[in-house]
């Protein structure tokens, strides 16, 4: 059997591979790409989203994904002095310009960090590249961003 190759078919293809890889840079050692691929996909289930007053306007259906925090370990910060760590940000931001904001503290610091996901797979949203979820946060919707394209990361 013989696959036809459209430049619709490559065009597809290309764009779901470069959706695999995340752009990481700011105050680190080590800017780079964080290479989805390499770190083994955990399921974190549905996820309702609610909008900016509690109202339930979609669910992440059968997300599959990793930790953000686990993603980000192999980024050193610029700084050694753990007691400047509290200055970082982490910026996430989409394709669109959508962004959202993380403190060190928020992800590192508390339970937040442990219920910050990287969204590979969905049920629900097979069509937005990678997603960002925060599972803790009561109005998820302001943290949920589709098409996740860069993390910046900076001292305040």
């Given at each position: 059997?013989?696959?036809?190759?459209t430049?619709?078919?490559l065009f597809?293809?290309?764009?779901?591979?470069?959706q695999a890889?995340?752009?990481?840079a700011g105050?680190?050692t080590?800017?780079?790409?964080?290479?989805?691929?390499t770190?083994?996909?955990?399921?974190?289930?549905?996820?309702?989203?609610?909008?900016?007053?509690?109202?339930?306007?979609?669910t992440l259906?059968?997300?599959?994904?990793?930790l953000?925090?686990?993603?980000?370990?192999?980024?050193?910060?610029?700084?050694?002095?753990?007691?400047n760590?509290?200055r970082?940000?982490?910026?996430i931001?989409?394709?669109?310009?959508?962004?959202?904001?993380?403190?060190w503290?928020?992800?590192?610091n508390?339970d937040?960090g442990k219920k910050v996901?990287?969204?590979?797979?969905s049920?629900?949203?097979?069509k937005d590249?990678?997603i960002?979820?925060s599972k803790?946060?009561?109005?998820t919707?302001?943290?949920f961003?589709?098409?996740?394209?860069?993390?910046?990361?900076?001292?305040?």
């Amino acid at each position: 059997m013989k696959i036809k190759i459209t430049p619709s078919v490559l065009f597809l293809f290309l764009s779901l591979k470069l959706q695999a890889q995340i752009k990481v840079a700011g105050d680190i050692t080590n800017p780079g790409e964080l290479a989805l691929e390499t770190f083994p996909v955990k399921r974190i289930g549905n996820i309702p989203i609610r909008n900016h007053v509690g109202l339930k306007k979609n669910t992440l259906k059968k997300a599959n994904g990793l930790l953000l925090i686990d993603g980000l370990k192999r980024f050193n910060l610029n700084d050694s002095l753990p007691k400047n760590y509290s200055r970082y940000v982490y910026t996430i931001t989409a394709s669109d310009g959508y962004t959202v904001t993380f403190s060190w503290n928020e992800l590192y610091n508390n339970d937040v960090g442990k219920k910050v996901f990287l969204v590979t797979q969905s049920k629900s949203h097979p069509k937005d590249g990678i997603i960002l979820i925060s599972k803790s946060d009561r109005f998820t919707g302001r943290r949920f961003v589709k098409d996740v394209v860069k993390i910046h990361i900076e001292h305040k």
